[in-house]
């Protein structure tokens, strides 16, 4: 299982700020994807027109990388700082 972490205004828009997710997705795009596929405010948020960025087992990772077995896979707005 992945559990996938959701962080400020993804874990507010989605409604939820933690899922466990059965394993099949080997890289963050084929998660994205699935998580897209259901639609509506899923669409919204992780379908393009929204930034945010993808940490795996607390590494910052981009669309491509592998998601290993059990990772814990976190969805984030872009943070600044100031």
């Not at 299982?1 to 899922?19: H, I, K, S, T």
């Not at 394993?23 to 639609?39: I, K």
């Not at 405010?41 to 491509?64: C, K, S």
């Amino acid at each position: 299982m992945l559990n996938v972490l959701y962080f400020a205004r993804l874990r507010d828009a989605l409604g939820v700020a933690q899922e466990e997710i059965p394993e099949g997705a080997a890289t963050v795009r084929e998660l994205v994807a699935q998580l897209v596929a259901r639609g509506e405010v899923w669409q919204q948020e992780l379908g393009g027109a929204r930034v945010f960025r993808v940490a795996i087992n607390q590494e910052m990772a981009q669309l491509d990388d592998a998601i290993p077995a059990n990772a814990e896979v976190a969805l984030f707005p872009p943070v600044t700082g100031g």
